[in-house]
Nanobody
Framework: QVQLVESGGGSVQAGGSLRLSCAASGYTGNRYCMGWFRQAPGKEREGVAT???????SYADSVKGRFTISKDNAKNTLYLQMDSLKPEDTAMYYC????????????????????RGQGTQVTVSS
């Protein structure tokens, strides 16, 4: 059973940075597309970033150039470095692992991933 536990959320002013972490267990990393999606109140889920089993990364246009996804296979940990944060980035952020598309790993697909964590709140004030 895949388990994902996020940490690192919090409150920050616009222009600030946060780094989210996701500790993963119960899976073999190279068989999964890993990623992050977010959901703000009253809005649909949005795929934010993914990293394929090949280490190829993909980002939503809304975060491209500001967010960086990475993973440490030795630590079974996924990261999301978020810089130049904007108020519209405010949302619950979820870590996800998807066995359906380990190679193509589409950004928008991660919001329907097989496994997800409980989420961590990110709040950006203006």
């Amino acid at each position: 059973q895949v388990q994902l536990v996020e940490s690192g959320g919090g409150s920050v002013q616009a222009g600030g940075s946060l780094r989210l972490s996701c500790a993963a267990s119960g899976y073999t990393g190279n068989r999964y597309c890993m990623g992050w999606f977010r959901q703000a109140p009253g809005k649909e889920r949005e795929g934010v970033a993914t990293i394929a089993s090949s280490d190829r990364t993909s980002y939503a246009d809304s975060v491209k150039g500001r967010f960086t996804i990475s993973k440490d296979n030795a630590k079974n940990t996924l990261y999301l470095q978020m810089d130049s944060l904007k108020p519209e980035d405010t949302a619950m952020y979820y870590c996800a692992a998807d066995s359906r598309f380990p190679l193509s790993c589409p950004t928008d697909g991660v919001k329907e991933a097989n496994y997800r964590g409980q989420g961590t709140q990110v709040t950006v004030s203006s």
